[in-house]
Structures are given as structure tokens and as C-alpha cells.
């Protein structure tokens, strides 16, 4: 068990636990401003810390504040966040900085409504830049957060319903502690990400294990209840890598909103149905709610019936590789 006081209030020996263990290392940590903050909880949103830390570095060393951000193009936005997945995350964020620097007066809004109001930013995360970068109490209840708390109080159900949400949010505002804001907020994030995690926590090192209801009633490996189970649809797309003489790649840029909105792209004609057996290369895609196998035709010209699209260019596979791609179409163009 912890040595934290088990009698202490919860905020207290969640603190106390991360000053000696917390993570406080991270480069969002380091100079920390409201920009970085805000930069890194949109990465953060879909993605572990491992994987964003690379990715926040260059972002960074490339768009080093808002303005530079709400200034550059969405294509080079878009190739710095290449791979990391989730794009409409880059969207809002370069359409959020745009709008800081025309409605408030180049900075982030320091109001948790206002934060709100700008795309790509739930009442989550706009807390956790309150509390990070302002310093302000604020509740936060992002998945790791979620988990601590169904698990601390003994909350049945899956939080994506509303009723759960509404009582993870209670429990999330019950137990904020009034100062010390930004600290609570990363330890509660922290004691999520490496102590109670969703397979295989470390009970026997969790400051707040002497009350935790889930413990108790060893239903830890239960709580929080999973989304209800559902198969995920499988669809299908053709998917054409078309090169010129000079061994330039064909690529049409996608439409702003939808699946890899914004991204270049081989050109593809989805499909209702798998085809036919073919010499086709099959790729295999994971999104979140459907599987995606792309059916991968190399030829000299494109079909008619998709050959007159607008947002179509010729790159050289090094010049493509420096756009924002999607991870699939990444790996073909690395390949040749």
C-alpha cells in the first residue's frame, strides 16, 4: 500500500503520491504556456503520451505559438500531424488559432466557455486548460480520469451513457480540490496513465487504495463496464497508385470534412461490396468504428470513371511524403 496518510481527503494523497512519482518531465510541462497546453491536451485526446511526445516536439519546433499556427497553411499543418491519426484534431486546431487571433485578441480565452467555443474543444479538455495553464480549479474527466473515479467510487455502467457521465462528473467536482489546480489535474491524469490502468493496475502502489471501492469488492478488472460490444462494419475502397514517366505519384487532396478530411491521397473509388478476387494488394485499416480494406491497383492511367476529379497533382514520392498523408497511403509511398 501507499505510505500516503489513508485517512487523508482523496485530493491530498493523490498529490502527495505525485510529487515523489508523478510525471513532470513531459516537454508540455517544460515553458509551459497556454498555447503549449492547449497543443498538447488535443494531441492527447486520442493518443497515448509515448506516442504524442515526438509528435508535440516537432509541432512545436515548426509552429512555435498561436499566431505562427493560425497563419500557416493547412497543408503544412496537416504534415505535421501526419500519422498521428484522428485529422479533424488538426483541423480545429488550426481553425480554433485563426479564430483566437481574429475574435480574441491573439491569445487563448481564459474562460471556460469561451475555450469551449472554439472547435475541437470539449468541456474536458478546455478545463484542463484552465487548470494547467491558468492555474484555476477546474474538474477534469478524460478517459484515464474516468477510469480512477468508476472504479474509487464503485460507479457500474459504461460512461459513454449519460446517466454514468453525469455521476463520473460529480465525482470529478467532489473531489477537485480548491488550490494547487494544475498539479491535481496532471496527478489524477497520471495515477490513471501508469497506476490505474485499464489492464493490469498496480493496486498495491495506488495512494488512494485504502477506499477504493472496486478494490474492495475486487472488481477492478470490471469497472469501469465496457461499451456495449458491436462488430464493426468492414468497407471497402479501390485504391490506384498511378505514376507518370518521370515517377510522380498522382494524388487528389480529400474533401475538408469526412475520413482523412483535408489529407492527399491516392485516388480511390469506394466500393458497396468486396470485389472480386483480384492481383490487387489488400491493406487493412483500423479506424475506431469500421474496418477499412483497401484494394490496391498500380496502373499507368486512372479509371474514366473517376478521372476528371478537381485537387489533383503530381508529386515525386519525396516531395509526397512531406504532405499530410494518411498512415496507409504513407507506407505505400515509402515503399517505392
Known amino acids: 500500500m501507499s505510505a500516503a496518510e489513508p485517512n487523508a481527503p482523496f485530493a491530498k494523497r493523490l498529490l502527495d503520491w505525485w510529487h515523489t512519482h508523478g510525471r513532470r518531465g513531459l516537454p508540455w510541462q517544460q515553458d509551459q504556456s497556454p498555447y503549449r497546453v492547449w497543443v498538447a491536451e488535443i494531441m492527447l485526446q486520442q493518443t497515448q503520451v509515448a506516442t504524442a511526445i515526438p509528435y508535440f516536439e516537432r509541432f512545436m519546433a515548426v509552429f512555435p505559438d498561436l499566431e505562427s499556427l493560425a497563419g500557416a497553411d493547412i497543408d503544412d499543418v496537416l504534415a505535421q500531424w501526419s500519422g498521428l491519426g484522428y ?16 475574435t480574441h485578441d491573439g491569445a487563448l480565452p481564459e474562460d471556460a466557455d469561451r475555450l469551449r467555443a472554439l472547435p475541437g ?55 477537485t480540490p480548491k488550490g494547487q489546480a494544475g498539479a491535481y489535474t496532471q496527478a489524477i491524469m497520471d495515477l490513471g496513465a501508469t497506476v490505474c490502468t485499464p489492464r ?21 478488472r470490471a469497472l469501469p463496464a465496457p461499451r456495449p460490444t458491436r462488430q464493426r462494419p468492414v468497407k471497402h475502397t479501390l485504391m490506384f497508385l498511378v505514376r507518370d514517366r518521370r515517377g510522380r505519384v498522382l494524388l487528389e487532396r480529400r474533401p475538408p470534412s469526412g475520413v482523412w478530411g483535408g489529407l492527399w491521397c491516392l485516388p480511390d473509388q469506394p466500393l458497396a461490396q468486396q470485389p472480386p478476387a483480384t492481383q490487387a494488394e489488400i491493406i487493412r485499416h483500423q479506424f ?34 512531406d504532405l499530410g498523408l494518411p498512415r496507409p497511403v504513407r507506407s505505400i509511398l515509402e515503399s517505392l
Open 200 to 220: 493490469g493496475a498496480s493496486c498495491a502502489h495506488c495512494p488512494v487504495a485504502g477506499d477504493c471501492v472496486a478494490l474492495a469488492q475486487d472488481r477492478v
Open 288 to 321: 475506431t468504428h469500421f474496418e477499412l480494406t483497401i484494394h490496391l491497383h498500380r496502373k499507368t492511367t486512372l479509371p474514366k470513371t473517376i478521372a476528371d476529379r478537381p485537387q489533383r497533382a503530381w508529386f515525386s514520392p519525396m516531395q509526397a511524403l
Open 87 to 102: 485529422y479533424a484534431r488538426a483541423r480545429n486546431l488550426h481553425a480554433a488559432a485563426r479564430r483566437c487571433m481574429e
Open 121 to 175: 474543444i470539449g468541456p474536458s479538455t478546455a478545463n484542463a486548460i484552465i487548470a494547467q495553464a491558468f492555474g484555476r480549479r477546474a474538474p477534469i474527466l478524460d478517459g484515464n480520469v474516468k477510469r480512477v473515479l468508476a472504479r474509487h467510487a464503485g460507479i457500474e455502467g459504461w460512461p459513454g451513457r449519460s446517466a454514468v457521465l453525469k455521476r463520473l462528473w460529480r465525482e470529478a467536482d467532489r473531489r
